[in-house]
């Protein structure tokens, strides 16, 4: 059975950083490519990173320059650091999974149940 789970967020000041993670189980990690995304109260979803099964990463110009994503293959788990954290960054993040790349699109297959970020000023 496929599983996704994120934890990491909580709430911080702006200006601050996070780490989350994206524990995966149920498949050959290594095989698949990932993504993080985000959605904040009536917002669509959107992406924020993207890293494929060879470790290829890709950001989305909004938040370039203040996030990291990168996978440890041992753990099998995906993380996604972020740095200075502002208020419009509050949203819940959730990774997601597929053998394909959708890069940014929310169409991957396997989705986390996210974990709430939230940013005060």
């Known amino acids: 059975q496929v599983q996704l789970v994120e934890s990491g967020g909580g709430s911080v000041q702006s200006g601050g950083s996070l780490r989350l993670s994206c524990a995966v189980s149920?498949?050959?990690?290594?095989?698949?490519?990932m993504g993080w995304f985000r959605q904040a109260p009536g917002k669509e979803r959107e992406g924020v990173a993207a890293?494929?099964?060879?470790?290829?990463?890709s950001y989305a110009e909004p938040v370039k320059g203040r996030i990291t994503i990168s996978r440890d293959y041992a753990k099998n788990t995906l993380y996604l650091q972020i740095t200075r954290l502002q208020p419009e960054a509050t949203a819940m993040y959730c990774c997601?999974?597929?053998?394909?790349?959708?890069?940014?699109?929310?169409?991957?297959?396997?989705w986390g149940q996210g974990t709430q970020v939230t940013i005060s000023s």
């Open positions: 149920g498949y050959t990690y290594s095989r698949y490519c």
């Open positions: 890293i494929d099964a060879g470790g290829t990463t």
């Open positions: 997601a999974a597929d053998r394909r790349m959708w890069w940014y699109l929310p169409i991957y297959s396997d």
